[in-house]
């Protein structure tokens, strides 16, 4: 989810992120985003990523899921 704007044109390419919010256990990769992302790791799982201006909200089963902090 991203900041509130009036139209798209208000959108910072740059930091477009405000909050990530994941509903159960991630499944797939999320990439694209430098504020955020998900990646698989070598077991098979996924592990979650974000700066730390973007708050991560996590539902159902991802709650105990740690999220990594990545580098502004």
Not at 16 to 42: C, D, H, M
Request: proline share 7%; net charge negative.
């Amino acid at each position: 989810m991203g900041f509130a704007v009036q139209h798209t044109g208000e959108i910072d390419p740059a930091k477009p992120l405000e909050q990530l919010w994941v509903f159960g256990k991630p499944t797939r990769p999320f990439q694209g985003y430098l504020q955020a992302n998900i990646v698989e790791a070598s077991d098979g799982t996924y592990a979650i990523g974000a700066v730390a201006d973007v708050k991560v909200e996590l539902f159902g089963d991802a709650a105990g899921i740690v999220v990594a902090r990545l580098p502004a």
